[in-house]
């Protein structure tokens, strides 16, 4: 089946069922990890389906088990879609899973946040998508902030709009069921029921089979709810409508009270006890009949690679330029170090003085690129997010990822350079200022690739700050400027090799005293003569002269490196999430 696209007609209608479902947190020790026990319910097309239930119940468990978000094999019964085994691979394509937590970008507005999940997942032209996209903004009732920003802030939509939009997502290929978890949690009364009111009117008016999860619905969302799915402790105690649920309770003997919710007065009736229980789920069990083979893993994609990474980068540039903080902070930071530095050690021939600003200037270069490490965490969410819907491959957004950085960390690059070279007085030869340059360039993308590379490992900022704090100021000290590489002890020798102060600081020493004329300089004169030569240096550090480009390469290696580590640890947890 090709990627949807919004020129093919409308999808054929989809009747969901469970049949004695049952599931269990993996490799638990004991029986008390079961979560879904004998469940089965269906949801017909047309139709809104509630799953209601208290807290610790299942209600998610059942809707992502129904999304295929849950891996097949760790599910016991049968899912049919239309009478037929759930094929997962394909239910994904032709349906839409909306999850609790928010993972929107706060810089773009509603209209390119829609706009870019609808080109990374139709197959369409960019005129096609954005035709799609206005007809989703008018169904949602966005059109009024189509163009504000998601954000909180000035100028930010409502929580209910966010949802909304967190909804309009997972519908821009148009799907024929959707599957929403929570969708008004965290919205006042009046939001919560904007939301059920659009829902409904999807469900009857298209055709589409709608099933949301929602803990305590008030009455006049109960009203819009055609068919209500009550799950305790694992089990189905009801399915139908609300009032078929008041026939039950009044059949049982129950006296409802006078302006009480029958759902509310349900769930406490059946509270510790079974008899209000669905009596087809008792006592019957099925084969399972889920879709297990490769299939499962299986992604068509809309996009070719090259096409994906053109969209990607897009999306990725516009957020950096309007990050505005935290852009400007990096370029005024660059000019400012550039300028301070400079003036410090402004024409200041001694060697070990020349030297320590080589050594503070990594460590300012290096240091400062980890403020990259919020964005890296909150990009990771959606990034999981839009990759377990098939929306592009992780290998694209790690190119993507890689080539936006390349502009704006070489503005960084030159902003720093252009003033600290010529302030501090080195080689005024225009080849070596921009060897200079490039080295600088090189250090920040190794920085950038390395903290990109430990955000996919680490959960939260905290973490990864204390990471790659701790492993820059490891590398600070193998470096071979506080403790020459003679000196460290041969089980520690590889974390000098490891160091990414190490290549760049023999590039900046063999840039300044090394060639022809960096030989014959004279770095030490004594009434006698000169005591030490550039050449004598260079021979004192053991540098080679061919070391100037081979420490390039090297930190090219170290950029690739870290960004395929980053690559295959993200790759792992999205194929872990979509499992």
Known sequence: MDPPSPMKPRKNRYRIETKSISYCVPNAPSRQAAILKNVTCNAPPGQLVAIVGPSGAGKTTLLSILAGAIHPCNVSGAILVNGSPMEVSRFRRISGHVTQDDALFPLLTPEESLLYSARLRLKATKSEAANRVHELIDELGLSHVAGSTISGGNGGISGGERRRVSIGVDMVHDPAVLLLDEPTSGLDSVSAL?????????ASSQGKTIVLTIHQPGY????????I??????????QGSIGSMESRLVKLGHVIPT???????AMDTMSGSKIFELEENVGKKHETQISRQADHDQVLYANSHVGEVLILSERFFKNVLRTRQLF????????LAGIGLGTIFMNVMNIQARLGFFAFSLTFLLSSTTEGLPVYLQEKRILQRETSRGAYRVSSYVIANALVFLPFLLAGALLYTVPVYWL???RSELDRFLYFSLVVW???????SFVACFSAIVPNFIMGNSVIAGLMGSFFLFSGYFISKDNIPKYWIFMHYLSLFKYPFEAFVLNEYGGEKGRRECL???????VITGGMFVKQYGLRETQRWSNIWVMLGFIVGYRVLCFIFLWFKCKKMRR
């Open 194 to 202: 904007q939301i059920i009111k659009m829902l409904k009117c999807m």
């Open 220 to 227: 006049r969302i109960l009203e819009l709810i055609d068919q």
């Open 229 to 238: 799915i009550l799950i305790c402790d694992g089990m189905v105690r009801h």
């Open 259 to 265: 302006h009480v919710n029958v759902l509310e007065f």
């Open 328 to 335: 400007m902070a990096r370029m005024v930071q660059s000019i």
């Open 424 to 426: 501090v007085g080195l």
């Open 442 to 448: 090189m250090v920040m993308l190794m920085a950038n």
């Open 524 to 530: 030490e004169m004594e009434p006698s003569g000169c």
